[in-house]
């Protein structure tokens, strides 16, 4: 198998993985602050 | 490339101390934010079933992350090649992905459940509830001695400090801030877990690749791979590994309180959200671990003491430097201490509803006061029972196995349970009691698995592929496509897996499992009389506190 195509296949998980991170993190933000806001617990 | 037997490098025991305690007391002051001067039973076990999208998204994806599947990913890539990671975290991550469709029925019939077990002490009576309630305890007990485990492996490996004592300083931390909070605590340091885990992936995997030498470690190491092992559509890696996690997929989900108790703990609005996000951060994270498998594979590494468990604490101490090392920890005891915490409050809630609500106390005498203690005590045991279960190292994947197996048993019996209303408590019990007879010996090899019973076993298990595919297809599409789907891919496999099949005791035994279940229930509902009303089931699963009024928390949200 070509290495190139073997490179991308190892670094393209990271990637995925940043953006779900990404995904997760600002939800966790929107809902800490609205939390905040309503004085009340996250959970 | 490294070469083998390189000394690895150690965090020093103060380090080691400094990193445990910022990580289990960061974790524990997180935790004593959302105490309450009031305490609740129902908030201890769902979280008063309204969390947010981030929170139980981070929440799913943690507590299905746990250090074992990094290790077996790993281990996949190192012994199946470049699809091995593939056919271990794609499969994984899809048990998440299929169970949401049934997830939104059952909180349809079931909105403020805290177990599945419940649910069903509801649906059907107490030895269906006691079945699969026993099958979740087996499977979290297990799980949390295989995190032990991890932690006392990684601890002993990276640190001048010993396995017991590896185990006994995560067991510590884990218990410290998951006893007070529940279920509250597991799913708000969630957050800071995965943020830890899926952060450490995105840099240690690039940093470990280029350190091991880029793309050149791929054209050096080609002599190192079997054409097999080199191969996106590896026929080992299939029927070894990918196969039997497919055949687990619904099985897994099913019997696993942690994920139950999350779905009931969720908004209901956001469940599919959830369960998508969650599929796609367990798989990137769990299938890009399993790339140090296959880069240690094309190096030519050997793994310290020839265990495989070593690979993934092997490729950091050679290739990560002190920083990233200290980050690598954090990643897995990130990732055994979700999972071990959200199965302390999977066992908690289990005694909690199942056993005390449901069967000490019975349901309205229930007392709030005594669930809580009766769900801290069980947090202790069950910690207790774990250290004790990792002291000894059994092979606890040798009885996941078969908990994996007993739970195919449960699948069909349960999901039938929630949208047929003629599945009777017998028809549940004799079916997979059935199913279990006729799993272990063809798992054991008790009766030999060849000649005329090899045959049988495989025409049992072809059924067995066409239930699995048409349960998965149930989910999304309905009965009709379900049938159809599952006739279809009964039909296909046929001429392959007839005459082979049975040489594949892991794969055999959970299709044999999910046929002989499928195939009893079916056979025993269809001749029953039984109509039940599923409108029942929210008025006998609900809150067990007295309802309070909805005053705002001027403290809370710090």
Known sequence: MEPIFLTLYVLMWPVIVAGTLFV??????????????EKRHLV | MAPNGVELQQLSGWLAIALLVFF????????LGIGKKKENADGYMTAGNKIGFGISAASMTATWIWASSMYASATSGYTYGVSGPIHYGLWGALMILFIYPFGKRIRKVAPRAHTLAEVMYARHGRASQLMLAGSNIVGSLISVTSNFIAGGALIGMLTPFTFQQGILAVAAGTLLYSLWSGFRASVMTDFAQVLAMLGAVVIIIPVVFFAAGGTDMFAQGAANVTPQQGSFFSSDAF??????????????????????????????????????????????????IGMLGVMALYLGITPTGGDVNNLIPQMAATYLGPVLLCLFMIMVIGALSSTADADLCALSSIMMADIYGQNVAKRGKANPKTMLLVGRITMVVATGAGLFFASGQMNILDLLVFVGALWGC???????????????????????????????????????????????????????????IGLMSFGFFGGRVARIAGIIAAVVAAPFAFGQLHEYAVLSGSLVAYAVSTGVCFLMSARSRMDFDFSTIQDKVGDFDPAEPAVPDATAAR
């Open chain 1, 24 to 37: 997760i993190t600002r939800a966790f933000l929107r809902e800490w602050l609205e939390a905040r806001r």
């Open chain 2, 24 to 31: 289990y007391g960061g974790t524990f002051i997180m935790t």
């Open chain 2, 239 to 288: 029927m070894n590994q990918g196969a039997p996690y497919i055949a687990a997929v619904l099985a897994y989900a099913i019997g696993n309180q942690t994920i139950a108790q999350r779905l009931f703990a969720v908004r209901e609005d956001l469940i599919k959200k959830t369960f998508v996000t969650a599929t796609v951060g367990y798989g990137a994270t769990i299938i890009g």
């Open chain 2, 410 to 468: 449960l699948v069909f019996p349960v999901i039938a349970s929630f949208y047929w209303s003629k599945v009777t408590n017998a028809a549940f019990v004799t079916a997979v009691i059935t199913a279990l007879a006729v799993f272990i010996p063809v798992r054991f090899s008790w009766i030999p698995v060849d000649g005329l019973w090899g045959l049988i076993v495989d025409v049992i298990s072809i059924a067995g592929i066409g239930v699995v």
